[in-house]
């Protein structure tokens, strides 16, 4: 894909998914400013490792894993992703 | 307004197919043998194969995002797990009945309006000779496919009828897609 859009989370990064009782997932490939006005779409990876599934999410459908959150001790672990990167 | 995936699709076609196909066009010299333009052309099948199915996923998103804007925040992801759950374009080779299968669950009969057009159905022939001449060179087959000669001729024939099919494909969900939300989906 070619797309001008720098993504701002890293593949591998762990997320929770909002909206779903904490499901956490992987960051596996920035699909580019795929959404309303240009908002980032990140595919992640979530469920087993032998039957991964997968799903297409907005940057603002994602928070920070705990997981992610203490490596990342500047970033407070209840905001968002799409609020710590502005 | 195009889509985003067009946009790109049409910055894919113009800074990266063309130039190949180009190249595939050109004569064989001292600087190319034979062997050289054979391997570039069956690049350039391989490489339109994976642009047309790239900007096929792109497009998807952004017509599963148009959808999603319009929902409460809490059905959001919801929605997202059933669209994305099983798509065939995620496994498949862009073949015209796994884009058939992926944007029909819009709730649209996606080959209806090809179904009207006098060329469609070549189009969709084309669609398939390189699906069997993309196969053909991923295996490493070498011999020719069922038939289906890998040379510039075609492999132009097949990047026309890629872009034709992409700017079709847009325009019908663009018309859908506004039915439904009542306004432009990108």
Not at chain 1, 10 to 23: F, L, R, W
Not at chain 1, 76 to 83: F, H
Request: aromatic fraction near 8%.
């Amino acid at each position: 894909m070619i797309a001008s859009a720098t993504p701002r989370i890293a593949n591998g990064s762990h997320v929770v998914i909002k909206h779903t009782n904490g499901m956490q997932a992987r960051v596996v490939e920035f699909r580019g400013a795929l959404g309303p006005e240009g908002t980032h779409i990140y595919r992640l990876r979530f469920g087993s490792k032998s039957r991964p599934r997968y799903v297409e999410v907005r940057e603002d459908q994602i928070e920070w894993s705990p997981v992610e959150s203490r490596s990342r001790s500047k970033v407070n672990s209840e905001t968002s992703i799409a609020d710590s990167v502005r | 307004m195009p889509s985003h995936a067009m946009l790109t699709w049409q910055l894919v076609c113009e800074s990266r197919l063309e130039p190949m196909r180009q190249l595939c066009l050109a004569d064989v010299s001292a600087d190319r043998s034979a062997a050289l333009a054979d391997e570039q052309l069956r690049a350039f099948v391989v490489l339109l194969s994976a642009h047309f199915q790239g900007f096929l996923r792109d497009l998807y998103t952004e017509c599963v995002q148009s959808l999603v804007r319009i929902m409460p925040e809490s059905l959001r992801i919801g929605f997202e797990f059933q669209c994305f759950g099983g798509l065939k374009l995620e496994t498949g080779n862009p073949k015209w009945d796994n884009i058939r299968i992926d944007f029909d669950r819009f709730g649209l009969d996606i080959s209806q309006p090809f179904r009207t057009k006098p060329e469609s159905e070549r189009l969709l022939t084309q669609l398939g000779l390189l699906n069997r001449a993309r196969n053909a060179v991923a295996h490493r087959e070498n011999n020719r496919p069922d038939g289906v000669a890998i040379d510039s001729e075609h492999a132009a024939i097949w990047f026309a009828a890629c872009d034709t099919i992409a700017r079709e494909l847009e325009s019908v969900m663009d018309l859908h897609l506004a039915t439904i939300i009542g306004q432009a989906p990108w």
